[in-house]
T-cell receptor, first 115, second 113 residues
């Protein structure tokens, strides 16, 4: 079974600084997707960024980028120029090509932005 | 934008009660999911449905059942609520294409006393 590990329960960063959230995963499959989802306080979960395992180039979405290391099974999220609205729970998630969209989630990292 | 609506945001139920959590999506998506979210455990899949009347157990189905009579509606049923089912429940949907975005509802906070 696949597992996703987020070893940082809580992180904090000064506004306008950069922060990196860590995620590792375990799988025997070769083709899969990885995601970062954001859950703001009392609001619904939304997709931040996704990465297909066969794509070597790291995904970027504006201030959000990932460092995908397939051999190391590592998938970290970098948030540049942190803003107050980035405060949220961040979940790393995995889905295999046999998974029929069933996501396996990590335990989450709570990110606090310090003004 | 896809809208996933969970009918109740906050519920308080008594032990032994039958509880229904309703979820409706407006985008004709094939797949619907119920997840449970607990601190330190992340999200865990309870049940999954890939078509009307079709369902599949997730990782923690014990104590739960589901119903999908119409494509847009997916209900989670707690047959006899227990205190260890106090949690946040998240409904989600996806259009059945691998790697695409999964859309979530705002969640239902259930307290069983």
């Amino acid at each position: 079974a696949q597992t996703v590990t987020q070893s940082q329960p809580e992180m904090s960063v000064q506004e306008a600084e950069t922060v990196t959230l860590s995620c590792t995963y375990d799988t025997s499959e070769s083709d899969y997707y990885l995601f970062w989802y954001k859950q703001p306080p009392s609001r619904q979960m939304i997709l931040v960024i996704r990465q297909e395992a066969y794509k070597q180039q790291n995904a970027t979405e504006n201030r959000f980028s990932v460092n995908f290391q397939k051999a190391a099974k590592s998938f970290s999220l970098k948030i540049s120029d942190s803003q107050l609205g980035d405060a949220a729970m961040y979940f790393c998630a995995y889905v295999s090509n046999f998974g029929n969209e069933k996501l396996t989630f990590g335990t989450g990292t709570r990110l606090t932005i310090i003004p | 934008d896809v809208k996933v609506t969970q009918s109740s945001r906050y519920l308080v139920k008594r032990t032994g009660e039958k509880v229904f959590l309703e979820c409706v999506q407006d985008m004709d998506h094939e797949n619907m999911f119920w997840y449970r979210q607990d601190p330190g455990l992340g999200l865990r899949l309870i049940y999954f449905s890939y078509d009307v009347k079709m369902k599949e157990k997730g990782d923690i189905p014990e104590g739960y059942s589901v119903s999908r009579e119409k494509k847009e509606r997916f209900s989670l049923i707690l047959e006899s609520a227990s205190t260890n089912q106090t949690s946040m429940y998240l409904c989600a949907c996806g259009r059945g294409a691998w790697g695409n975005t999964i859309y979530f509802g705002e969640g239902s906070w259930l307290t069983v006393v």
